[in-house]
């Protein structure tokens, strides 16, 4: 994963993702994880709201001890464990409210855990190219510039820019 900052002159900078990495979850391990991360030539890494609200304060503190930054990976109407079956909840329902409230709400908690980017996999599949698909994004861009934070929103099936054919029409 990289971005470019706006920062002259420009600057390439490369992030590690932490979906999939052993201990991305377990406060006790980031200390040491984060240290061969950095090491590795990365200068951020991009985590999912379970990570980083695994222990908020620790997380920022260990980012900073590394000098590494944060990518935060929202998902719209997602980002919870289910209390009764133990599994992660990445998307629950297809209802274009849900999804405007869920993300602002997770950018509002990305902002505050430190980040510099926000990767977004926003809106339904359902909804195409059509009024709820532009709804959403007039929205999402309102929202990004009270934020101040940029956010990119992601290609990933069933979400709103699961096809390049929809994509293109928005």
């Known amino acids: 994963f990289s971005w470019v900052t706006n920062a002259m002159p420009t600057q390439l900078k490369v992030a590690k993702t932490l979906w999939g990495v052993e201990g991305a979850t377990e406060p006790q391990k980031w200390d040491e994880l984060f240290a061969r991360i950095k090491a590795e030539g990365f200068d ?77 996999h926003s809106g339904h599949d359902s909804w195409g190219s059509g009024e709820k698909a532009l709804s959403f994004f007039k929205h999402a861009l309102r929202v990004e510039a009270a934020l101040g934070v940029p956010v990119v929103h992601e290609t990933h099936r069933q979400r709103l820019l699961f096809s390049p054919y929809c994509t293109a029409e928005l």
């Not at 503190?61 to 930054?69: I, M, T």
């Not at 274009?96 to 977004?120: P, R």
């Open 44 to 120: 951020g890494v991009e985590a999912i709201t379970l990570t980083w609200r695994a222990d908020p304060q620790r997380f920022s503190e260990l980012l900073n001890k590394h000098g590494l930054e944060l990518i935060c990976q929202i998902h719209t109407t997602g980002g919870d464990i289910d209390k009764k079956t133990g599994e992660y909840q990445y998307l629950t329902s297809n209802k274009l409210h849900d999804h405007l409230a869920s993300f602002v709400k997770l950018t509002a908690e990305a902002k505050q855990a430190g980040a510099v980017l926000i990767n977004s």
